[in-house]
């Protein structure tokens, strides 16, 4: 008999407790119902400002940039290219220059480097 009460009386307290809840949610439903309308009465009052001009703007400086982006790439591909060709240029020649001029001086080490080993052998 205890078991049955105290069994029984957690079923009504659940019971109270999801009944409380879904007078909660109700209450939530018809709130987010009402605020809702309210909001989609104020969106159709609302003008908007034109923004196509804006969105034209920005997707035109998009593609300059992709434009620039492409570019800048194959600049720095053309002076990989360079570089490789002026290296083996130089390797050809016997000569330690480069087209680079920012890379003569790395050139005149290495040369000078190649000069100390020949001279160790």
Same mark, same amino acid.
């Given at each position: 008999?205890?078991?049955?009460?105290?069994?029984?009386?957690?079923?009504?307290?659940?019971?109270?407790?999801?009944?409380?809840?879904?007078?909660?949610?109700?209450? /939530?439903?018809?709130?987010?119902?009402?605020?809702?309308?309210?909001?989609?009465?104020?969106?159709?009052?609302?003008?908007?400002?034109?923004?196509?001009?804006?969105?034209q703007q920005?997707?035109?400086?998009?593609?300059?940039?992709?434009?620039?982006?492409?570019?800048?790439?194959?600049?720095?591909?053309?002076?990989?290219?360079?570089?490789?060709?002026?290296?083996?240029?130089?390797?050809?020649l016997g000569?330690? /220059?480069?087209?680079?001029?920012?890379r003569e001086?790395?050139?005149?080490?290495?040369?000078?480097?190649?000069?100390?080993?020949?001279?160790?052998?």
């Amino acid at each position: 008999e205890a078991g049955e009460e105290g069994l029984a009386g957690f079923a009504r307290i659940a019971g109270e407790s999801v009944d409380g809840v879904i007078e909660t949610q109700l209450l /939530l439903s018809a709130r987010i119902t009402r605020v809702s309308t309210e909001l989609n009465t104020f969106m159709a009052s609302c003008e908007l400002p034109p923004l196509d001009h804006y969105t034209q703007q920005l997707a035109r400086a998009r593609k300059r940039l992709a434009t620039t982006n492409a570019t800048l790439v194959q600049i720095q591909e053309r002076l990989v290219r360079m570089e490789r060709l002026a290296a083996s240029s130089a390797v050809r020649l016997g000569h330690g /220059l480069t087209i680079s001029a920012g890379r003569e001086a790395a050139a005149a080490a290495d040369s000078d480097e190649d000069d100390s080993l020949s001279d160790e052998s």
